[in-house]
């Protein structure tokens, strides 16, 4: 075993000839290719799920990123926090929470580890859908045609509501004081003397 591995050794006046070298470099680079290529699956599997955590924590930082922005500006945090107090006092948000409690514990690890299948299946759905298409069926179009005039009566009787007529005026009232603000800015900023009159 020794032998081979002596015959395979250059001497050293091949050692400095540039070929010599060219062909270290590249032998070098094969084994590092080697290496990084054929990782057994164990070892790469954590380093996927790693950066699929990474994304997931990067677009839930960029969300609540977002909703800390929009909830700076008066108009916004008002709506932000009325849909959350209508959220919090609904009477199917125990209902949904668990549904996606229980989506997210049991649903997203088979999604996960069946990528493929799930492409698949969403193409499916989507290619069926197109292929059924569901809004043209009469029986649902009868179902679905008072829905405009269902829902403006329903708007109307929201806006006729407290919670919602309070709503509103506290975003004009800081619309008309951010307004006034603005105008008095530009008049305390003006000289109060004529220049011309000398």
Not at 53 to 68: D, H, N, S, T, Y
């Amino acid at each position: 075993m020794s032998a081979p591995a002596a015959e395979q050794l250059p001497s050293p006046a091949q050692e400095s000839s540039p070929l010599a070298l060219a062909c270290a470099r590249l032998e070098r680079s094969r084994a590092g290719l080697r290496s990084v290529l054929t990782r057994p699956p164990e070892a790469s599997a954590p380093a996927r799920s790693a950066l699929a955590g990474g994304l997931a924590r990067a677009w839930k930082r960029q969300i609540e990123e977002l909703l800390g922005r929009l909830r700076e500006q008066p108009v916004t945090r008002v709506l932000l926090e009325s849909i959350g107090e209508w959220w919090r006092q609904h009477p199917w948000r125990d209902c949904v929470e668990l549904a996606g409690f229980e989506l997210r514990e049991r649903v997203l690890p088979v999604l996960r580890r069946n990528a493929r299948g799930t492409l698949l299946a969403a193409f499916a759905g989507g290619a069926l859908l197109m292929l059924l298409r569901p809004w043209r069926w009469s029986l649902l179009h009868r179902g679905l045609s008072p829905l405009p005039s269902r829902f403006s009566r329903w708007v109307l009787a929201e806006l006729s509501s407290l919670p919602l007529q309070s709503i509103l005026v506290s975003i004009m009232l800081m619309a008309s004081e951010r307004r006034q603000g603005a105008e008095a800015a530009p008049e305390s900023a003006a000289p109060s003397g004529a220049v011309g009159d000398v």
